[in-house]
C-alpha cells in the first residue's frame, strides 16, 4: 500500500539520477556577453548562467563566494574593467515554482524549504545575527550574512532593560514579503541566529556576483536582469549552447562543480532538500527538455517504472525531496528499487551515498548491534511519517533490502526503536531466507 515516506524519496531521486546522468555528471555555472570585450571594455551584457547547480557556496569549497569569485577572476585576468550593458541574472534552466506547491507553509522560511532555481547561491539562504541595542527601547542590532540579503528585512522589534528570555520572532507575514523581525530581546541577550530562505534566488545570486564584480574594478553600467522563463532567455533565442560560442553570445568563463556522486552524498546522507530538489529538476530537464516538477516526476517515473521495475501506481511523487506529505510509495516499491540497484552498473557509487549505522556521521544509530557498520539505509521524518530503506548483511552473507514506512505515528522515537529492532534482527538473521 503507497504511504507517506517522508526522505525515503531521495532514494528514487538519487537511483534516477545515477542511472540517467551517470555520476560523473557536473553542473556548470558560465559567464557570457553578447559582444566580444575590445580595449578592456564589454559593450553589451554580462549573462550569468547557471544549469541548476545548488553548490556555489561553501560546501565543496572554502568559502561561500569562491565559485561566483573564480568566474569574476577570469574576466578580471581578462582584463575586462566595464561593461556597458547590464548583468543578466538567467535561471530559466530550471523553470517552474522554485517549491512544490504541496509543502507545509509554515516549513517555507526553513533552511530545509529553500526554493530551486537554475542559478543559486549560498543555498539561497541568509542568516541572521540579532543582538540587543546599547540602549533600551532601541531596535537590536540584525545583521544579516550574506550582506546582500539586507535589503529584505524589516526591523520592528525593541530592546527592553534588564534580563528575560527572548520574545523574538523572525519570520515572514507574507509569502513573498519580507524578512521581519518582531518582538523585543532583553539588553543581556546573547546572540540569536537564524536561518532564512531567500524568495527570489536567481536575483540574490546576480546581485551577489554584481557585487563581487564590483569589488575588481569592474563596473557594470546597467543593474540586475532576472531571466526565470527559458522562452525569453538569451541562450535560447540565440540558439546557443551552453559552453560554445555564436554569432551573438560568448563564453568568457566558466566554473563546473564536483562530480554529481558528490552531490548524491549530500542528497541521502544529510537528507539536504535542496541539493535534492535540484539534482530532481535538473533530471526532468536534461531527460526531458523540462526543468520543472512535472518534468522532474516523469522522469523519476519513468526510470522506476520502464528501467527498475517498480510497478506502476506503487509511486506518486509531489517532488524529490520528500518533504510534501502528499507523496506515496509503498515498500515494496523501494525493496524492488533497492534490489534492481544491487544489479546496477552504479551499485556501488548508490550504495556509498547511504548512512551507516553504528557510525556518528551516520545512522547515529544501532550502535554496538549487528547492524553497526553493516546497515546502510535512509531515514525519513515528517509530521507522524517515519521510513527507513535500505540494505544489510545478514549473518548468513545474504544481502537483504528493506523498508518500513509508518504513517499516522504518534511517537517518532517509537516507529524508530521499532525501525532499529528489524535493522538489527535482519542483520542477525541465518536462515536461507528472510
Given at each position: 500500500?503507497?504511504?507517506?515516506?517522508?526522505?525515503?524519496?531521495?532514494?528514487?531521486?538519487?537511483?534516477?539520477?545515477?542511472?540517467?546522468?551517470?555520476?560523473?555528471?557536473?553542473?556548470?555555472?558560465?559567464?557570457?556577453?553578447?559582444?566580444?570585450?575590445?580595449?578592456?571594455?564589454?559593450?553589451?551584457?554580462?549573462?550569468?548562467?547557471?544549469?541548476?547547480?545548488?553548490?556555489?557556496?561553501?560546501?565543496?569549497?572554502?568559502?561561500?563566494?569562491?565559485?561566483?569569485?573564480?568566474?569574476?577572476?577570469?574576466?578580471?585576468?581578462?582584463?575586462?574593467?566595464?561593461?556597458?550593458?547590464?548583468?543578466?541574472?538567467?535561471?530559466?534552466?530550471?523553470?517552474?515554482?522554485?517549491?512544490?506547491?504541496?509543502?507545509?507553509?509554515?516549513?517555507?522560511?526553513?533552511?530545509?524549504?529553500?526554493?530551486?532555481?537554475?542559478?543559486?547561491?549560498?543555498?539561497?539562504?541568509?542568516?541572521?545575527?540579532?543582538?540587543?541595542?546599547?540602549?533600551?527601547?532601541?531596535?537590536?542590532?540584525?545583521?544579516?550574512?550574506?550582506?546582500?540579503?539586507?535589503?529584505?528585512?524589516?526591523?520592528?522589534?525593541?530592546?527592553?532593560?534588564?534580563?528575560?528570555?527572548?520574545?523574538?520572532?523572525?519570520?515572514?507575514?507574507?509569502?513573498?514579503?519580507?524578512?521581519?523581525?518582531?518582538?523585543?530581546?532583553?539588553?543581556?541577550?546573547?546572540?540569536?541566529?537564524?536561518?532564512?530562505?531567500?524568495?527570489?534566488?536567481?536575483?540574490?545570486?546576480?546581485?551577489?556576483?554584481?557585487?563581487?564584480?564590483?569589488?575588481?574594478?569592474?563596473?557594470?553600467?546597467?543593474?540586475?536582469?532576472?531571466?526565470?522563463?527559458?522562452?525569453?532567455?538569451?541562450?535560447?533565442?540565440?540558439?546557443?549552447?551552453?559552453?560554445?560560442?555564436?554569432?551573438?553570445?560568448?563564453?568568457?568563463?566558466?566554473?563546473?562543480?564536483?562530480?554529481?556522486?558528490?552531490?548524491?552524498?549530500?542528497?541521502?546522507?544529510?537528507?539536504?532538500?535542496?541539493?535534492?530538489?535540484?539534482?530532481?529538476?535538473?533530471?526532468?530537464?536534461?531527460?526531458?527538455?523540462?526543468?520543472?516538477?512535472?518534468?522532474?516526476?516523469?522522469?523519476?517515473?519513468?526510470?522506476?517504472?520502464?528501467?527498475?521495475?517498480?510497478?506502476?501506481?506503487?509511486?506518486?511523487?509531489?517532488?524529490?525531496?520528500?518533504?510534501?506529505?502528499?507523496?506515496?510509495?509503498?515498500?515494496?516499491?523501494?525493496?524492488?528499487?533497492?534490489?534492481?540497484?544491487?544489479?546496477?552498473?552504479?551499485?556501488?557509487?548508490?550504495?556509498?551515498?547511504?548512512?551507516?549505522?553504528?557510525?556518528?556521521?551516520?545512522?547515529?544509530?544501532?550502535?554496538?548491534?549487528?547492524?553497526?557498520?553493516?546497515?546502510?539505509?535512509?531515514?525519513?521524518?515528517?509530521e507522524r511519517v517515519s521510513a527507513l530503506s535500505g540494505y544489510v548483511m545478514a549473518?548468513?552473507?545474504?544481502?537483504?533490502?528493506?523498508?518500513?514506512?509508518?504513517?499516522?505515528?504518534?511517537?517518532?522515537a517509537q516507529a524508530k526503536r521499532l525501525e532499529d529492532r528489524l535493522g538489527v534482527s535482519l542483520a542477525n538473521w541465518n536462515g536461507s531466507s528472510p
Amino acid at each position: 500500500q503507497p504511504l507517506a515516506p517522508a526522505s525515503n524519496v531521495k532514494l528514487l531521486t538519487t537511483a534516477a539520477a545515477l542511472y540517467q546522468l551517470g555520476p560523473d555528471f557536473r553542473f556548470g555555472t558560465y559567464v557570457l556577453s553578447t559582444a566580444l570585450p575590445e580595449g578592456g571594455r564589454v559593450d553589451g551584457d554580462l549573462i550569468l548562467f547557471g544549469t541548476g547547480d545548488p553548490s556555489l557556496s561553501d560546501r565543496f569549497s572554502r568559502g561561500r563566494a569562491e565559485p561566483l569569485e573564480a568566474l569574476a577572476d577570469e574576466l578580471l585576468a581578462q582584463g575586462i574593467t566595464h561593461v556597458s550593458g547590464r548583468l543578466v541574472a538567467d535561471g530559466s534552466f530550471l523553470n517552474g515554482p522554485g517549491r512544490s506547491p504541496e509543502w507545509p507553509v509554515d516549513d517555507l522560511d526553513d533552511w530545509y524549504s529553500a526554493p530551486v532555481s537554475g542559478l543559486s547561491f549560498n543555498e539561497n539562504l541568509v542568516t541572521l545575527r540579532t543582538t540587543p541595542a546599547s540602549s533600551p527601547g532601541a531596535s537590536p542590532v540584525v545583521s544579516v550574512v550574506p550582506e546582500i540579503g539586507r535589503e529584505g528585512i524589516v526591523n520592528e522589534a525593541t530592546t527592553r532593560p534588564g534580563r528575560g528570555r527572548p520574545d523574538l520572532v523572525i519570520t515572514r507575514t507574507e509569502f513573498n514579503g519580507p524578512i521581519r523581525v518582531i518582538g523585543s530581546v532583553s539588553s543581556t541577550q546573547r546572540p540569536i541566529w537564524k536561518r532564512m530562505t531567500v524568495t527570489d534566488p536567481t536575483r540574490f545570486a546576480g546581485e551577489a556576483f554584481r557585487g563581487l564584480l564590483s569589488a575588481r574594478g569592474i563596473v557594470v553600467e546597467g543593474g540586475v536582469e532576472v531571466v526565470a522563463d527559458p522562452r525569453v532567455s538569451p541562450l535560447r533565442t540565440a540558439g546557443f549552447t551552453a559552453g560554445d560560442s555564436s554569432n551573438y553570445l560568448h563564453t568568457l568563463a566558466s566554473h563546473h562543480g564536483p562530480p554529481l556522486r558528490d552531490y548524491l552524498e549530500v542528497v541521502n546522507r544529510t537528507s539536504h532538500n535542496f541539493f535534492a530538489e535540484s539534482v530532481f529538476k535538473t533530471l526532468g530537464r536534461v531527460s526531458l527538455g523540462r526543468g520543472s516538477y512535472n518534468g522532474g516526476r516523469t522522469a523519476v517515473d519513468r526510470f522506476l517504472t520502464e528501467t527498475a521495475g517498480v510497478q506502476s501506481g506503487q509511486v506518486l511523487l509531489r517532488d524529490g525531496s520528500g518533504l510534501s506529505p502528499q507523496n506515496e510509495a509503498s515498500a515494496s516499491a523501494f525493496v524492488q528499487l533497492l534490489s534492481w540497484m544491487t544489479t546496477s552498473e552504479h551499485s556501488v557509487a548508490f550504495e556509498s551515498t547511504l548512512p551507516v549505522a553504528g557510525q556518528r556521521r551516520g545512522l547515529g544509530r544501532m550502535y554496538r548491534t549487528a547492524a553497526a557498520g553493516n546497515l546502510r539505509a535512509k531515514t525519513g521524518t515528517i509530521e507522524r511519517v517515519s521510513a527507513l530503506s535500505g540494505y544489510v548483511m545478514a549473518r548468513n552473507g545474504e544481502k537483504i533490502a528493506f523498508s518500513l514506512i509508518s504513517n499516522g505515528i504518534r511517537s517518532s522515537a517509537q516507529a524508530k526503536r521499532l525501525e532499529d529492532r528489524l535493522g538489527v534482527s535482519l542483520a542477525n538473521w541465518n536462515g536461507s531466507s528472510p
